[in-house]
Structure formats: structure tokens, C-alpha cells
């Protein structure tokens, strides 16, 4: 599977921010597309997913209530809207097929990725 990204930006702190991924290639089988981040010095961290299945979503604790995973499963789509941006949101985001297959990987080594800048 081949997944392209877009949506980099740069916001103020409180702004929003929206990525989109799209995977191409044998997506068929893929049950499961999540989000990534990697903080300049910190270790890849997933931050949410959802199940192309049953839409069900899992946040982590760091965004939960203010980021939100969507997808459009027509397009092969998946959406991270990133809202109450703070300081510590500056990362680089990656999207995923089946993320729980790459929890524990120090690097988010699988795409290159796309930058949120937040100022303060």
C-alpha cells in the first residue's frame, strides 16, 4: 500500500490544521489506517486511528478532544483535523495502514510525512 499525504501547515497556537492521507495499491485488506507524530528528538507516537470497518476511533491522551480521524473509505481516505493547536503539537504527522503493526517503532520510517508548525 502507498499512501500519500497532504495538508502541512503552519498555525497559531489555537488554530487548525487539516491532513488528509490517501492509499493506493492493495487496500482492500487494510482493516485499520491511523495517525502518526514524530516531535524533533521524541520517538514516532500514534496518536489516532480508525477502523475502515466500523468508523470506531482510539485517541491518544495528548489529542484526545481536540483532534479528530475521519475517513472516506470511497476515496481510500483518511482525514486528521487538528484543532486547539498547541506548542507541543510541532511535529512531523504520518499517516498508516494497520498502526498498531508499527507502535514501538522509534522512527515513523514508512512516509515522509507533512509538517505542523505552531507558533505561540
Known amino acids: 500500500v502507498q499512501l500519500m499525504e497532504s495538508g502541512g501547515g503552519s498555525v497559531q497556537a489555537g488554530g487548525s490544521l487539516k491532513r488528509s492521507c490517501t492509499a493506493s495499491g492493495s487496500t482492500f485488506d487494510v482493516s485499520e489506517m491511523g495517525w502518526f507524530r514524530q516531535a524533533r528528538g521524541s520517538e514516532c507516537t500514534l496518536i489516532a486511528t480508525?477502523?475502515?470497518?466500523?468508523?470506531?476511533?482510539t485517541y491518544d491522551d495528548s489529542v484526545k478532544d481536540r483532534f479528530t480521524i475521519s475517513q472516506d473509505n470511497t476515496k481510500n481516505k483518511a482525514y486528521l483535523q487538528l484543532s486547539s493547536l498547541k506548542a507541543d503539537d510541532r511535529a512531523m504527522y504520518h499517516c498508516?495502514?494497520?498502526?498498531?503493526?508499527?507502535?514501538?517503532?522509534?522512527?515513523?520510517?514508512w512516509s515522509q510525512g507533512t509538517q505542523a508548525t505552531v507558533s505561540s
Open positions: 480508525i477502523s475502515r470497518r466500523d468508523g470506531s476511533t
Open positions: 498508516a495502514t494497520e498502526p498498531h503493526q508499527l507502535v514501538g517503532s522509534t522512527f515513523c520510517y
